[in-house]
């Protein structure tokens, strides 16, 4: 019989697995019909596109594998099974972790402000930066996931030794070697992860910034421009905050087998873990002009158009 622990699991993966599919898919119906009728598409519209489908490949995996870990266990941690959803699993995670951070430099060249001339040189060449980025974010992603074999061989090899219950010198030498590498394999998000917190924060210094030097020169804290500012400083903490987040729940699954409860750790990395790509993807459509318009007036159902007050682009 499931346990109430257990049920309360499944409800929350259900839910927020519910939740992901349904925001990354508008996000994916609302600018792929923008591309369909126009034939083109920016570069920020490109990525968050590429980064809603991730996601809700992401969301397909974590479920199942969520699933498996409640109702099979000895299949989840089976060879070949947990193989299969670990390689899919490390390279849409480690991708979509980067498109992310593409997303928060390319958010920061475009909007913040510094008279830098590194930054200025960025600056002007963000195209070309953000294509370079995204060829590295996949070159990574690829590393991180041929850094599994390595993995996957050892520990063949100590759950074997385990079998045998034969604890010996070497079966000590081959867990340490294991958790070793386990623990070097988190260093592939370390990268994305300064990257993104070095983009948001400089991104937040620049508007807070801005907006000091608005309210000083006598501009009404009601003004548009300052709202819009520090409506932009409140959607990139929430996505600063959620990143950490992520991270955590991250580092919660990954070492879940090295924590005295298990089961129970590897239930609550899952949870975490699948909070993020819904939360993200809606602070997106909240920070984009096109798909937050779209989001109002699909709640609205009204004639296809926002009231006048309503105020536009933070993201877009």
């Known amino acids: 019989t499931m346990g109430l622990t257990e049920g309360v699991f499944l409800i929350l993966s259900g839910t927020q697995f519910t939740l992901g599919i ?15 009728k126009t034939k083109r598409m920016s570069l920020s519209d490109f990525i968050i596109t590429t980064l809603a489908l991730l996601r809700i490949i992401l969301l397909c995996i974590i479920l199942t594998d969520s699933f498996l870990i409640e109702f ?9 099974i947990m193989q299969i959803i670990d390689v899919s699993w490390t390279f849409t995670n480690h991708l979509s972790i980067w ?10 060249l475009k909007i913040a402000s510094f008279s830098h001339p590194t930054f200025l ?9 953000m294509v370079w980025m995204l060829l590295g974010a996949l070159l990574l992603s690829c590393g991180s996931t041929a850094s599994l074999i390595n993995e996957f061989k050892l520990y063949s ?26 623990v070097l394999g988190t260093l592939w998000y370390l990268p994305p992860l300064i990257v993104s917190l070095a983009s948001y924060s400089l991104l937040i210094f620049s508007l807070g910034r801005h907006t000091r030097q608005m309210l000083q020169n006598g501009t009404s804290s009601r003004d548009p421009t300052t709202e819009a500012h520090k409506r932009a400083i409140r959607i990139i903490l929430s ?3 959620l990143f950490l987040l992520y991270f955590l729940a991250f580092l919660i699954a990954s070492f879940g087998n090295f924590l005295p409860k298990t089961k129970m750790a590897k239930m609550i990395g899952e949870v975490m873990t699948m909070f993020y790509p819904a939360g993200h993807s809606f602070i997106l459509i909240l ?4 798909l937050k318009q779209t989001f109002v007036v699909m709640l609205r159902c009204e004639s296809g158009h926002l009231k006048p007050g309503s105020k536009g682009p933070i993201f877009s």
């Open 99 to 108: 498109l992310a951070t593409c997303l928060g430099v390319l958010y920061c």
């Open 22 to 36: 349904l925001v990354n898919c508008f996000i994916e119906l609302v600018n792929g019909s923008s591309w369909f």
């Open 121 to 129: 040189w960025l600056k002007w060449r963000v195209s070309r930066v």
């Open 239 to 241: 996505f600063f905050f």
């Open 72 to 80: 099979s266990p000895n299949t989840h941690d089976s060879g070949i």
């Open 287 to 290: 920070g984009n002009s096109k």
């Open 157 to 182: 090899v100590f759950r074997g030794i385990e079998a045998t219950r034969n604890v010996t010198e070497h079966f000590r030498k081959k867990r340490s070697e294991y958790y070793l590498i386990h």
